[in-house]
């Protein structure tokens, strides 16, 4: 009997199709690795091409000065960051001008590894340039709202080989990130006791143990109960806050092993799968807010949303989340 | 410079992003046809082969007696028809059994055609078709929302050929579709004036006139002003009336006049595009609720979802709906 499971985060119900559910070995493909080359003459984000790329942003550098990290402005960002925000309105049609900012965060000066094969302390130096730009960003005071994700694959919408995350600071407070604002504050556990729907939602997750991936002293990571696909995977931090801008520099390399882990099992198990990534959180002037918790959500791109999903925003997972969960603990993955 | 507008229907804001827009010329793509046969032997939605689905729920017929819609249960279902719903709560991880209807609406005999070319009383069948199936849907007391929607090809979510649509009745009324009534509820026209959101914003649309692609004396179609995609088409009725069942024998006419307008202005403006269309509806019970409006969206799947969209729910559109409107307004068709 299939499971109509509520994602108490989300507010959105999910169907665990246990009928058409499929093992977890069955995701797993064997992919079509062209042999990209260590160093491509043509890619903006190699060692020695830097001028191919706008002004960098920030860096970070090895014991021997060359980069490990650079962030630079997109060139084909979605919005532009010069200008002032100019509001229009007539009757229900309403615009801004599309004022905003738009990085690359390039993760290697090597153009054919992916995040998951990446030293812990270069994965580290990521994490550290996603906090600083997050935070520059939210100095914009035409900010109103930094999302940090990445995009591995052509499924996960991307087409360029090179490792690289993005961050985008919009001049509108997103609907969705709203209506996940109002879903904490109208739960029972804030609205009653004043408690994080967050933290007590980590606290089910690591007692009830199932769906639990993966700990250390700082993160949880594990399936969500009503995870919308497969192997759908929620790094948490156990300490409450609500802006990624305030992780401390205590809980970045705990953050990297168990990204690095869980990137490395999707890689191992399923055969270097596409995948989202995102960073959810408020800004660092929000970083007290008892109802948010920063948290980071790993998408594997196994299935495509069609219209049903459109429809009812409403997912079908075939896949049971504590298979899931059971399969990618035991993913043999050796020490990191 | 790009804007950001708002989709005040919706609730979310859109990037339209005029610096990486394309000509709408240049979504149009040459689709490799496989030259599918008029009729398969394994094919269990033609013809001969009825015998290989489960009983039907309905069907129309020709004036030789031929069927030319089947209504079927989906073999593939993801919630199961039979049983009791059983609500299990554990602390913060919450469960309904997974019992619900699934049926697949057979739109057609022939397995090599598609809606866009099939003859208007033939998509006037599968309307009515829709509008039986609706309301059999409600009138079972286990269902608390009914989606009707179609995915046309891979990039929809469909590798069946067959044309074909379903029909979903879920157990629970999805949160999505709570947050649009939600945001119908507290609009500014409703709360003071108790106007429809959705007839006052067609009503805008109409008068604009820039993104309409066609219109009859029952429907307007037209590309929203925050079109969420490129060619996304809502089909709206003139009619105030908040559920689809509730269409009329007059507007049935009417209705598969401008779809089959709009689909074949894509398939042949765009080479056969694949798509999905939702139709959006309360139940019977709720067609008089002045503050919702059935409709039917069209979205053409051209573009790919990634982080950004996950993580915020805004999208990206790289085209103008002013020009996607034109360019489709353009297409020539000739007689219906």
């Given at each position: 009997m299939p499971e109509v499971r509520l994602n108490q985060i989300t507010g959105d119900w999910v169907i665990i199709a246990t009928e058409r559910a499929k093992r977890p070995e069955e995701f797993k493909h064997v992919r079509e690795h062209s042999a990209f080359p260590e160093h491509s003459p043509s890619c903006p984000f190699c060692t020695g091409n830097e001028a191919m790329t706008p002004a960098e942003t920030f860096r970070l550098t090895d014991d021997e000065g060359r980069w490990?990290?650079?962030?630079?402005?997109?060139k084909f960002s979605a919005l532009t960051p010069e200008g002032v925000i100019v509001k229009r309105r007539d009757d229900l049609r309403e615009c801004l001008s599309g004022v905003g900012l738009h990085e690359v965060i390039i993760e290697s000066p090597m153009h054919n590894t992916t995040t998951a094969l990446l030293p812990l302390n270069r994965i580290g130096d990521i994490l550290v340039a996603y906090r600083h730009r997050q935070i520059a960003f939210y100095d914009d005071e035409r900010v109103e709202h930094v999302i940090i994700f990445k995009n591995h694959g052509e499924d996960a919408g991307t087409s360029l080989e090179h490792p690289h995350s993005q961050i985008v600071g919009t001049p509108v407070f997103p609907g969705q990130v709203m209506n996940r604002l109002n879903e904490a504050?109208?739960?029972?556990?804030?609205?009653?006791?004043?408690?994080?729907?967050?933290?007590?939602?980590?606290?089910?997750e690591k007692d009830d143990g199932l769906r639990v991936v993966s700990e250390n002293e700082h993160f949880l990571a594990f399936v969500p109960y009503a995870a919308l696909s497969p192997f759908h995977v929620w790094i948490y931090p156990k300490r409450h806050n609500a802006c990624y801008g305030h992780i401390t520099d205590d809980e970045i390399p705990a953050l990297a092993v168990i990204l690095k882990e869980i990137l490395l099992r999707l890689y191992v198990g399923l055969g270097n799968p596409d995948y989202?990534?995102?960073?959810?959180?408020?800004?660092?002037?929000g970083a007290d807010a008892k109802y948010f918790h920063w948290y980071l959500a790993i998408v594997p791109r196994l299935t495509k949303a069609a219209g049903?999903?459109?429809?009812?925003?409403?997912?079908?997972?075939?896949?049971?989340?504590?298979?899931?969960?059971?399969?990618?603990?035991?993913?043999?993955?050796?020490?990191l």
């Open positions: 490990t990290v650079r962030v630079v402005p997109n504050i109208r739960n029972y556990y804030y609205v009653n006791f004043g408690d994080c729907l967050y933290c007590t939602y980590m606290k089910g989202n990534y995102v960073i959810r959180s408020l800004s660092p002037g049903f999903e459109l429809g009812t925003g409403m997912y079908i997972n075939t896949s049971l989340p504590e298979e899931s969960a059971e399969f990618l603990r035991n993913v043999p993955i050796g020490a």
